[in-house]
């Protein structure tokens, strides 16, 4: 008998009818933005338990990120360290009578693994990933060996955008088992309403968004920006918000602001500032500050390889996707966006409002309710 027949054989537990959802979340954070994300969870009435790794005296540090005190007020948390069995975490989890476990990705320490693969139907097993594909060794071995990998442990993955479901449908999972939408921005912070173009054109700023270190491609803003500013007789300013070792590769450079680390209100108020943003990543999973920024109303210069650019870009009406590491193609889109008129502005700013518009914590959080109430009244079908 195989794992799954084994798995859609054990007994089903089904929950209490009407009930609210109950997710768990292995491994602390694995949405980028998840204190907007587990709030609109709230909202709908669910909840969660967020299981870290890493000493319960050092909650702040787990084993794929932060277990931050907005999640410790919002739900429940359990932290393992080297002495917790994977008996104790199961234990625990199912004392907690989930619907859904979620953990990022498939290379997980294995005592989750252990406790993904014991989990009984009708939980839902959710794999979220950011990773697009890229052909790597890792990846060929997964496409090889997903039945005994993958398939044993997750029944759908959770994905931002397009580029990674690329990646999961070669891992084994089906049109049926992807859960779309993966990633959002805040979008009602940065969304405060359409921009005219006047107003647009009148900022004058390039806006960049990130931390500022060597994958970001601050080298080839750097030179890029010191090029157009030597083309054009009245270049646009270029505001940088951040921080990081790279800092010292854009730091100096006349039309340069160097904003620091910005919290979420002050980052939406200068993107309000600023006519539009670029982000020149050398590699980029997806890219979260793109959506903010499309929210904000901004025209966008993105790296092509970021994989929120096919849902969030669309060349030549709300911006430029720019070939990875060009810099003659960062001075050109540079020049070609601070050129466009007023008017051409305003349709680009409403354009990506209207692309951004595809996601949204609220919607989020809907799409991963119905998508479990979905799974699991397909597994209690089959028996």
Request: net charge negative; aromatic share 8%; with cysteine.
């Amino acid at each position: 008998m195989t794992d799954q027949e084994e798995r859609q054989g054990a007994e089903v537990r089904t929950a209490p009818a009407g009930r609210p959802l109950r997710a768990v979340v292995i491994g602390g954070s694995v949405n980028g933005n998840s204190d907007v994300c587990s709030q609109a969870w709230l909202d709908l009435g669910h909840s969660f338990l967020a299981v870290g790794y890493g000493a319960v005296d050092d909650a702040e540090h787990t084993a794929f990120g932060p277990i931050g005190e907005r999640e410790r007020e919002r739900g429940e948390v359990f932290l393992v360290d080297q002495h917790t069995s994977a008996k104790d975490l199961l234990e625990r989890i199912e004392a907690y009578q989930p619907d859904a476990v979620m953990s990022r990705g498939w290379a997980v320490p294995p005592i989750f693994k252990q406790v993904m693969k014991q989990m009984r139907p009708p939980v839902v097993r959710i794999m979220f990933t950011d990773t697009t594909w890229r052909g790597t060794a890792k990846q060929w071995v997964g496409r090889a060996v997903h039945r005994f990998m993958i398939d044993p442990y997750f029944d759908v993955a959770m994905v931002p955008g397009e580029r990674t479901e690329f990646l999961v449908r070669r891992l084994g999972f089906g049109a049926d088992d992807v859960i779309r939408g993966g990633y959002t921005g805040n979008t009602p912070l940065f969304d405060s309403g359409p921009r005219s173009g006047d107003e647009l054109a009148s900022r004058r700023r390039f806006l960049y968004v990130g931390r500022l270190v060597a994958f970001k491609g601050l080298d080839i803003l750097a030179t890029a920006y010191r090029q157009y500013r030597d083309q054009v007789a009245e270049p646009w300013e270029l505001h940088i918000a951040g921080l990081g070792p790279e800092e010292r590769l854009v730091s100096g450079i006349e039309g340069v602001t160097l904003h620091g680390w910005c919290d979420a209100p002050a980052l939406a108020a200068l993107m309000h500032e600023c006519s539009g943003f670029v982000l020149p990543s050398r590699s980029e999973h997806f890219g979260i500050v793109v959506h903010e920024a499309a929210a904000a109303g901004l025209p966008l210069l993105v790296s092509e390889t970021a994989g929120a650019v096919p849902g969030l870009l669309q060349d030549g009406y709300n911006g430029w996707s720019v070939p990875e590491g060009d810099v003659a193609a960062w001075t050109r889109c540079l020049t070609q966006l601070s050129s466009q008129s007023p008017e051409r502005l305003g349709e680009m700013s409403e354009i990506s409002r209207g692309l951004a518009s595809r996601l949204s914590p609220a919607g989020w959080a809907r799409n991963l309710q119905e998508t479990i109430e979905r799974r699991r009244a397909m597994t209690n079908g089959h028996h």
